[in-house]
């Protein structure tokens, strides 16, 4: 038993099991918090995925919003309704949003890469305020997906759509981590540290990084999808910088060695932001950035860095 | 015969320095090439042009008769060209055998989404190489915590990963002691001994020259001096004046 839960993909499917069965048990609000944060989580869990190559995206909200709008729209002008197949199409509709740009972002990296991705993705908040029939500033509700082409009743949506992020960012979690272990995913990590021999070992360090920017985007949209199927309502705030923002702060309180901190840390960022803003609004973002800066200073590789490294330090000793 | 390797009137300018001055150079499969000249003589600017990195001014590089010149690093590495470096480029935070993961990974020609990088096969035969290169006890060590031999020694062990035709050295043996450099080419030449592949290494240790090269190709301001077997080109009187006799 311990070894096979060993094995990513059933530690991952047994992970699903249990919080699907937790789920029953949790109170509304926290369904809501906990299906928020694994939406959000995805988002993140692209910048960890580029992270891995040496780049940090502050424009997820490109994707992001760019994802949720595609869904709202499918659900509200298409008629078309299935949780999932959105949720797919989400990711999609973000990734071939990326695309006509990952040629020229693979080029950059540092701030360079950074300072690009937040510029499309505030040029896309530009757009969204002013376009009038997405609703400008204000955005627009979306109508109640279906799920295998059954409607979900009120008492149950809660449930319904925790299980569906559940399911999704535990099915991504689990090829994001066959990924990294992938050769693809070390050269990733090489790229990170010496793009001159990866070149010179006859790898494309462009196209690795130009694919990662995709997939990132995928990821990103397939968040975003979620989340509005959650929220019921998107507004340009989805492409805001702050929103970007929030992505990189999980990407680095998780760090880059483990798939699921990125979600611990989502959950932590969700935590702290619904019981902040209720006992001392207005200042949550300065208990985020003193819960950031105690991490960055005693867990500067992340709060994944801690089982990471138990891990190392027990098989160091069988 | 023709020529493995074909350097035709290889021209290369930094602003006012010539770094290469119609060099002219025809390699034969099998060969084991010195490159020697003092320091700033256009050693590292020729392998930098041979091997895509630096593209000359004028001239043009034939590899087994076909024009390479245009080609970038990536591209003439598949072709079966591999170096080393000067200052050994390696991934430093990895572990030694990660970064002979990471060698063999790159030349697997589309890298697998999903294919993992530590299977058995790729595990073994890293393992066997770096044992030739009598690294295998330092495979788990993290790469920054190494001595520079070490380094040395790994970065010419990845660059040997996909069996090149071509191996160009840049200067294998400097940063280690000098009672450590005849182990090492020893070492080096051993762990090539199996391999049917073509060798240019930049050496300023004259006894090395000697002992390991079958040619040697002497380098002054750009301009190569002279070339040919060891004992005609080390007792050449312009060699001896601007290359052996200088300041080393
Ligand atoms: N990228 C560059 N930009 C400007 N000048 C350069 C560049 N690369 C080399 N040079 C100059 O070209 C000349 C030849 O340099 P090169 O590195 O080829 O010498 P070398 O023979 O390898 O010397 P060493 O023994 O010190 O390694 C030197 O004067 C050097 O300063
Ligand atoms: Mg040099």
């Known amino acids: 038993m311990k ?12 992970g699903m099991a249990l919080l699907l069965a937790l789920g029953a048990a949790l109170p509304r609000w926290l369904l809501f918090l906990c299906t928020m944060s694994a939406a959000n989580g995805i988002v993140s869990l692209g910048i960890v995925l580029l992270m891995r190559g040496g780049v940090v995206s502050f424009g997820q909200g490109l994707v992001f919003a760019g994802g949720g709008y595609a869904v709202a729209l499918m659900a509200n002008k298409l008629g078309v309704t299935d949780a999932l197949l959105l949720t797919f199409a989400g ?5 071939l949003m990326a695309l006509p740009f990952a040629a020229l ?7 360079f890469f950074s300072m690009l991705t937040l510029a499309l993705s505030m040029v896309l908040y530009g757009v969204l305020v ?19 082409g059954m409607r979900i009743a009120d008492a149950w949506s809660g449930y319904v759509l925790y299980a569906l992020a559940v399911v ?45 920017f995709v997939i990132a985007a995928f990821m990103g949209g397939v968040g975003g999808a979620l989340a509005i199927m959650a929220l019921g309502h998107i507004e340009p705030q989805f492409s805001y910088w702050t929103t970007s923002g929030e992505f990189v702060f999980v990407s680095i309180l998780a760090g880059h060695y483990s798939v699921f901190a990125v979600f611990v840390a989502s959950f932590i960022l969700e935590l702290v932001r619904s019981f902040s803003s209720a006992y001392f609004p207005n200042t949550w973002q300065m208990v985020l950035g003193i819960f950031l800066l105690i991490v960055i200073r005693f867990l500067p590789r992340g709060i994944g860095s801690v089982w990471v490294g138990w891990q190392a330090r027990k098989e160091g000793r069988s | 015969m023709t020529p493995i390797l074909s350097a035709r009137g290889l021209n290369k300018r930094f602003g006012a320095v010539v770094a290469a001055d119609h060099v002219s150079i025809d390699i034969v499969a099998g060969e084991h090439v010195s490159l020697i000249g003092s320091n700033g003589a256009g050693k590292t600017t020729f392998v930098n042009m041979i091997t895509g990195y630096l593209k000359p001014d004028r001239g043009e590089i034939f590899l087994e008769g076909r024009d390479v010149t245009a080609l970038g690093p990536r591209q003439i590495t598949q072709l079966g060209v591999a170096r080393s470096f000067q200052i050994p480029q390696l991934c430093a935070e990895m572990s030694v055998l990660d970064n002979m993961l990471v060698a063999a990974a790159c030349g697997d020609g589309a890298l697998s989404f999903w294919r993992p990088a530590h299977t058995r096969d790729k595990l073994d035969r890293a393992a066997a190489l770096l044992e030739r290169f009598g690294l295998h006890l330092h495979s788990r060590r993290r790469v920054a915590e190494l001595p520079g031999g070490v380094r040395k020694l790994l970065d010419i062990a990845m660059a040997l990963t996909h069996r090149p035709k071509i191996l160009l050295l840049d200067e294998p043996t400097s940063g280690v002691s000098a009672d450590e450099k005849f182990p090492m080419m020893d070492t080096v030449t051993a762990a090539l001994g199996s391999e049917d592949v ?10 090395i020259v000697t002992r390991y090269a079958s040619r040697v190709v002497a380098f002054y301001s750009g301009r190569i001096l002279a070339d040919g077997a060891p004992d005609q080109v080390l007792v050449d009187e312009e060699v001896k004046r601007y290359v052996t006799g200088s300041a080393h």
Not at chain 1, 5 to 12: D, K, S, T
Not at chain 1, 91 to 95: F, R
Not at chain 1, 105 to 111: F, K
């Open chain 1, 3 to 14: 070894r096979l839960l060993a094995h990513p993909v059933w530690a991952g499917v047994a």
């Open chain 1, 91 to 95: 990711g999609v509709v973000a990734a």
């Open chain 1, 105 to 111: 972002l693979a080029r950059y990296r540092g701030i």
């Open chain 1, 130 to 148: 002013k376009t009038e029939s997405l609703g400008g500033s204000d955005g627009f509700n979306m109508s109640r997906p279906t799920i295998l």
């Open chain 1, 168 to 212: 999704v960012s535990g099915v991504l979690a689990i090829l994001a981590r066959i990924y990294f272990e992938s050769a693809r995913g070390l050269v990733s990590l090489a790229i990170r540290e010496n793009e001159l021999r990866v070149e010179y070992l006859g790898a494309s360090t462009s196209r690795v990084m130009a694919a990662n």
């Open chain 2, 198 to 207: 073509t060798v240019l290494f930049v050496e300023h240790d004259m006894d």
